[in-house]
């Protein structure tokens, strides 16, 4: 990550320089890529006034997503795809660090597959010169719809047959998402060499969970196992393919990593 850090570093000193101020600096990397740690270390290294917003940090609780499971499809139980996620906050608070005013920052916890209560969120009083967005699909675009047609991987075979879920995500994503992503100003992909090292990247970070989670007193188990990783990350798939194709692209900056996360080149 010391090589991205460094990368990255350069490129978006050279965006705060030339303005807008503040900037809204996307980061689009799928799970396991290191989003967030190159996050931290732009907050860290820029010597700018900055915070942090993970998309992760926007996902509605389990009682909203069984609201979506039961009125359009049962796998938006599942917190990940377009839909699951409060965009109407994201929107709320990139618009209020535009206009210089103090924020609050959401949180998420994995473990219990909930949002921390408001009294845990983080509070930004001063203004900002730097908000990092940063998660698994910003900036993603939506898919033309005969590209759903046919399922990309068993979960899509078996449980979305008729291609309701996958549709449902993609007038998301084709929709409020965009509203979200139109407020970035700079864009910048960690580019994975492809889907089939994410089930492995995405191993590791709940192997570190369960480290977490024993150092806090709190039970590993609530960390999911290889099976169920194995699962979950096939809800990302189809979206996490198509933003590898095309993003890089369009975007301000791409960083093409190797299976072990290595710099390979940027463009």
């Not at 320089?17 to 732009?42: D, F, N, V, Y």
């Not at 194709?245 to 463009?267: C, F, S, W």
């Amino acid at each position: 990550m010391t090589a991205s850090l460094e990368i990255v570093a350069r490129v978006a000193a050279g965006w705060l320089e030339a303005g807008p101020r503040p900037l809204i600096l996307g980061i689009c990397g799928s799970q396991g890529s290191g989003k967030s740690t190159l996050a931290r270390g732009l907050a860290a290294r820029l010597g700018v006034r900055a915070a942090i917003l993970s998309l992760d940090d926007l996902y509605l609780g389990k009682a909203a997503r069984a609201a979506l499971a039961r009125d359009i499809h049962p796998l938006l139980a599942t917190r990940g795809v377009p839909l699951t996620h409060d965009v109407a906050l994201g929107c709320a608070i990139l618009d209020a660090v535009k206009a210089g005013k103090p924020i609050r920052l959401p949180r998420f916890d994995k473990a219990s597959d909930e949002p921390l209560p408001e009294a845990q969120w983080e509070v930004v009083d001063s203004p900002l010169d730097l908000l990092i967005l940063e998660g698994w699909c910003v900036g993603a675009a939506a898919q033309a719809d005969a590209d759903l047609d046919a399922p990309v991987n068993d979960l899509e075979r078996a449980e979305d047959p008729g291609g309701i879920w996958r549709r449902a995500v993609n007038d998301a994503l084709a929709g409020p998402y965009q509203a979200l992503f139109a407020r970035i100003d700079r864009l910048a992909l960690l580019a994975a060499p492809g889907f089939e090292v994410v089930q492995g990247w995405r191993t590791q970070q709940e192997a570190e969970l369960r480290v977490t989670l024993a150092g806090q007193g709190r039970d590993p188990a609530l960390a999911m196992t290889d099976a169920q990783v194995a699962r979950f990350i096939q809800h990302y798939e189809r979206i996490t393919r198509a933003i590898l194709a095309e993003m890089p692209g369009r975007a301000d900056l791409t960083i093409n990593l190797d299976p072990e996360r290595h710099v390979i080149d940027k463009t």
